[in-house]
Structures are given as structure tokens and as C-alpha cells.
């Protein structure tokens, strides 16, 4: 071979090796923890470790701000390649065509047969397009603090709505004690919504012709019987503001009896406080004996922004593969994506048990939250927590309040409905 074609061979070949070196991935954490984001590092870690060169930049948002600094920075051009996107945010994302399809890299994945039917069903929440793969499910029970029942003199958790207001009631009597860790911050949507439906006796969002029933009496009256809890004193004065770090640490403190929570709770809790110390139960009936838990799922997508697109995939790939998820879920508590992990002696201890036999019962109907309608993402994270606060502060009636989110929404459903 020519001397300068070895050269050039050699300097073409340096160069490569530069720019793999400099390669960034940029992935943004939105449902930030600290447990969550050790897991993340040590996750990241082994991808690096197996791409040498590549290196992930991490930016962890905290979930109050979290939907307002994300759309700053991609309004800003600041796009990252991964995100952490809820599913509440999934609907704006995709909406606007800022997320990458996965459906060619899915379509190739050997893992793909393995992902269980709502989890491909919630990857293809929007315009039946994969433009998320879901890491885990959430769904709401009910933990409470065995501790503060005994010395209430309850023997048992609530079975029913009235029973939850009873023993409330009766733990808010113990000095510096209330009976329920509310929350008023952001992220309040499933805690309104859930015992709103019921209280109220339906989780029904809509009607055919788009029109939200969330202004209906029943909506009213669920939601209504969730401000009383807060206006009735059996939660703590400050909880208006609370988000998920703080009802999570009102709950292990002792502060608050009962929370309504996702399985990712069970990671700090179990940290801090013993099983003889608290327990999970399905949710309580409301007055037409069923409950409706709220279900809903978080995941990792590729922005369509992104440069490094295939490389992001490697990414997500070492995250959510079935040996990286179950790391994960281990860690974050989420229910499994996998057929194959519903099997992991993992899913079969005690303080699972609460979910699975939500999932069983014909009387627990797992809902999810109507978050296919655009604009749903900016109701969630700021017109439900602004009109919430109001009405637990009592500015406002719940009336006026489940009237503001309808007009909200039937604006947005209808537009849906039209094609625009």
C-alpha cells in the first residue's frame, strides 16, 4: 500500500476514534429520587462500560418543576437524546412530533415478544405509533401505618370510603397525628381523580361527542368528599403543597397515617420503617362498592432531535431490557412490563400482594387517566394542582373547580375528535 494512503488510513482511523470518544448521550430524569437516580447511575455505568467512548450526561429534574424546566429546554433547542416520559406527558411529546417512532427498532429487538400487552398497548397510547417504552406500571393502594392504627384502636385498614373518613377521623385525634397524607402539589391528578370517581361512583371522563363529565354532580360530589379531608383537618395543614417526596416522608415519619401510592413508594418506605410497622391494601370502595385505583405507566423515549438516535436506543435497550428492568423495578417498585418477570419470586412478596389483588378484583377497576388528549400534559401539571389548592384553601368551590378542568377539557377533547 502507498505511503500516504497509509497516512490517510491512519488519520481517517484516529479521527473515528476522536469522535466516538467525544460522543454524549444527553438523558433527562423527570421522576427524580435519590434512590432512583443511583439506580439510573449504576444502569448508565454498565452501558459505558460496554461502549467505551460514549458518555451519558444526566440531568435530574425534580418532579414539581419538572414539566416546566423540560418544555424550557426544548423550546430552548436543549432537547436531550432520552427522556424519562410520563405518561401524562406523552400526548404533548408526540403530539408535536418531538418524539422518535420506536417502531422500527422494536420490530427488531429480540426482547419485544417478551413485553406484555399493556405494555406494548401504552407504547402505542398515541396515534397507535410506539413513540415510549414503558419501564413499569403504576397503580394506586392504599398503605397504612399499623403503628398509629393500634393506637387509634383500629384493628384492620379501611374496606370502604366511610370507613377511610372514620378512621381518619379517629387518628387525627392522637396529639400531632392526621389521619392521611394528602397531596395538594404537583401531581395531585391521580388523588382527585381516583377518589373523586369513587366517591362519585364513575370513572367515565367524557361523553361520545367529547363533552367532559367532570362538572357532573357525581364528579362533584367525589371531589367534594376528597377537599373535605383536607378542610376537616384529618391531613396535615402544609400538605396543600405537598408533592410525592413529601406525602412519601409524611407517611414513614409517622405524620400521617395512610397514603394512596404507587409501588415506587414501597422502596423508601420499606428503608425506614419495618413490615411490622405498615402494611398495603387495596383501595376503598366507595358508596357503589367498587374503587377505581388509578393505573398508569412511565418510560424512556428518543427525542426527535436527537443526533445520536441508534446510540440512544443502545441506551434504552441496557435500561429496559429484562435484566436491566428488573433491576430497575426492584429499585423504583414498578409492576413489570415482562410476562416473563410477573414470575420473579421478586413480585411475590407480602407488600405486593395489595396490587395483584387490585388487578384480580372485579370491584377494583384499574382506570387510566384520559392522558391521550392533547394539552392533557399542561392540565395535569398546572391547572389541576392551581384550581386544587384554591378549593382545598377554599377560594373556590369544588364546583367552580371541576368546572374550570371541564371546560379545559372538553376544548381539548373536542379539537381531538375534529382532527385538529
Known sequence: ???????AGAVCALAGAYAHADTTIKLVEVLTSPERTETLQGLVASFEKNNPGTHVEITSLPWGQAFEKFATMVSAGDSPDVVEMPDRWLSLYAGN???????PYLAKWNATADLNARALE???NVNKTAYVLPYGFYLRALFYNKVLFKQAGIAEPPRTTDEFVADAKRISALPGKYGYCLRGGTGATTSWMMFGATAGGSNTFFTADGK?????PAWVKGTTWFANLYKQGLAPKDSVNWGFNEVVAGFYSGTCAMLDQDPDSLIAIAQRMSPDQYGVAPMPTGPSGKSFPIMGFAGWSIMAASTHKPLA???IQTLDDPAGNLVWNKRTGALPIYKSAAKDPFYAKEQYKAWFDELDDKN?????????VPGYAYFDSMLVTKYGQQTLLGQISPAEMNTQWANYLTKARQK???GR
Open 1 to 7: 500500500m502507498p505511503k500516504k494512503l497509509l497516512i
Open 416 to 418: 381531538q375528535l375534529a
Open 313 to 315: 436506543w443502545k441506551l
Open 212 to 216: 367532559s363529565t367532570l362538572a357532573d
Open 364 to 372: 377494583q377497576v384499574p382506570t387510566m387517566l384520559p392522558e391521550d
Open 97 to 103: 412530533h418531538e418524539l422518535e417512532s420506536l417502531e
Open 122 to 124: 401504552s407504547a402505542r
